[in-house]
């Protein structure tokens, strides 16, 4: 019998303090009792995970091992060490179970008895409770601390700053630090001087030798003005300045995005102030200091119009995957690739070898080709017919269609020898029967779950069934194609174009179709659940 242990716990302070290995002692002594072997159970453990969330990288190993049927038995110390939220620990019994493993809680030990899965219930619904009480009862006391004066919004200092290492959130140990702090001054000073702007502050600073607060050689943009708007500088701290939010946009389709939540400032009139600390800058240089940048903000070339660009935002370079911008000099038009713009904007040390692409003439190519799509929508029809043949399925769900179909011929060869052992007499009947009746719960197991994804493998493959819709759409945006402004143009690419890639010579157009009237609506970037990873 292939057994699995899971253990977990929520912080580092209790990974410190071993109480992993605690839950590891228990299901040892448990296993001892049952007389199975302790060194043969495979162990999936998660440090420091917290048991509201289903991403846990011990948990996911586990759930793919099961789904490959590799594991006829998983035991955990309680409930509440498999999942908080008593829909979580539902939905992964039942897919477990499903599996072809049998759940065993040591500590609370469950059975298909209509009282024990309603104590189940109770101990989820009252985990789960726990959870969301004491979240509350912390951030409440955190608001509480703030308004005080007692505690520091941050654990690290401002760059240019230190804390006091025996009492780091204690806003009264905060002391300023050299010379970080003469950096910093330098830096407000120099922005304020009549022409310059953050490229060249950044500049000054790596002519300087000034490396960057994780020690680079060369200032971000982002870095210098998130510096130049932070009032700690002019002596206050501030708590609630920005609120975590779900990212909607990706920065370039040809890059994972990696966290899928950013920072968004709120209003002033929300942020608490926590105290005072040594100012690096007066008040009324910090003062000026915003203005400037908003003056700097409102007149950036990106917000600049002057000038029509159909695919602008829309263009990567294929050499660095870094998107293009759009830019026009002496008359002339091209999208350029943003490492060719020096380490400061492009944050890379080299220089993109990319050409400068002109605007006008890819415009016109990416225009003439979206034409011929909508004119001929059998481009689309081919597109699907490749779809429905299984071409465009997710490469995760690919791979696990492989690994069922292996397990169901690994289990099936199973059978076979297990059968051929016993007419050559290698056991005898009692012992042949549990063993053919323990693989085949292990194949129907397997089997459920190959009907599932096969289930999945059909809702992609639906994709045939909008062939309709499709060329409806395509007979509509065709009727007014010849006549179209730059303006219906370009809400037409942006509809239609999901990113257009310059490889050199090379130009790839990456379209999206809507596929109901309702997708007509909605940037393609947006109907993606998990664009963190895209590609």
């Keep these: 019998m292939n057994i699995a242990a899971y253990v977990r716990v929520s912080g580092q302070r209790q990974v410190q303090t071993q109480t992993i290995e605690q839950q590891l002692e228990r299901l040892q002594i448990y296993c001892q009792c049952k007389n199975w072997f302790w060194e043969d159970v ?11 969330s289903l991403k846990r990288p011990g948990l996911d190993r586990l759930r793919d091992q099961v789904g490959r049927a590799i594991f006829d038995r998983v035991l955990i110390t309680a409930p509440d060490r498999l999942a908080r939220k008593y829909v979580h620990q539902v ?10 493993c049998q759940v065993e809680f040591v500590e609370h030990p469950m ?9 189940l219930q109770i101990r989820g619904a009252v985990a789960e409770y726990e959870r969301t009480l004491i979240a509350e009862r912390m951030r409440r006391g955190r608001l509480q601390k703030f308004r005080a004066g007692t505690m520091l919004p941050w654990s690290r200092p401002p760059y240019g700053y230190r804390l006091d290492p025996d009492h780091p959130r204690d806003p009264s140990g905060v002391r300023l630090q050299e010379p970080e702090a003469i950096h910093v001054a330098e830096i407000f000073a120099y922005y304020l001087e009549e022409g310059h702007g953050l490229e060249q502050l950044a500049k000054h600073l790596h002519q300087l030798g000034i490396p960057t607060p994780n020690g680079k050689s060369y200032w971000s943009l982002t870095t210098l003005r998130d510096m130049l708007r932070n009032p700690v500088y002019a002596g206050t701290v501030y708590a609630g300045r920005e609120r975590v939010v779900a990212k909607h946009r990706r920065f370039s389709p040809l890059q994972p995005i990696g966290r899928r939540s950013s920072t968004q400032e709120t209003p002033s009139q929300e942020w608490i102030v926590v105290g005072q600390v ?13 203005a400037k940048l908003a003056d700097n903000l409102h007149f950036a070339r990106r917000n600049n119009t002057s000038h029509q660009y159909l695919l602008r935002a829309l263009v990567s370079c294929g050499l660095c995957h870094l998107s293009c911008l759009a830019r026009t000099s002496s008359g002339h038009a091209y999208y350029v690739c943003r490492g060719k713009q020096g380490p400061i904007r492009s944050r890379r040390e080299e220089c993109c070898h990319a050409r400068f692409i002109p605007v006008e003439q890819l415009d016109t190519l990416v225009w003439q080709d979206l034409c011929e799509v909508l004119q001929h929508p059998v481009v689309i029809e081919q597109a699907l017919q490749r779809a429905q043949a299984g071409a465009w399925l997710p490469q995760e769900l690919q791979a696990r269609r492989t690994q069922v179909r292996k397990a169901r011929n690994t289990l099936c060869g199973q059978l076979e020898r297990l059968t051929e052992a016993y007419l050559a007499d290698a056991f005898p009947l009692g ?5 053919r009746q323990d693989v085949e719960q292990r194949l129907v197991a397997v089997e459920m779950q190959a009907s599932q994804i096969e289930a999945s493998v059909q809702q992609h493959m639906e994709l045939a069934s909008i062939t309709g819709s499709i060329n409806e759409f395509c007979q509509r945006m065709n009727r007014g194609l010849s006549q179209a402004t730059f303006e219906q143009k370009r809400q037409l690419v942006e509809l239609l174009v999901d ?16 596929t109901s009237p309702r997708n007509e609506q909605v940037r393609f970037c947006h109907l993606l659940t998990d664009y963190s990873g895209a590609k």
């Excluded at 939905?91 to 072809?100: D, P, S």
């Excluded at 490889?503 to 157009?509: A, G, K, N």
């Design 431 to 435: 012992e042949y029967k549990r063993r």
């Design 499 to 514: 990113r257009v890639v310059v490889t050199m010579d090379e130009v790839e157009i990456r379209y999206v179709i809507p």
């Design 42 to 52: 495979q162990i999936f453990r998660d440090d420091g995970y917290s048991g509201a």
């Design 278 to 290: 040594p100012a690096i800058v007066s008040q009324e240089q910090f003062d000026w200091v915003q």
């Design 91 to 100: 939905l992964l019994v039942e897919e477990l179970e499903r599996g072809g």
């Design 111 to 119: 059975s298909q008895d209509p009282h024990d899965q309603l104590l």
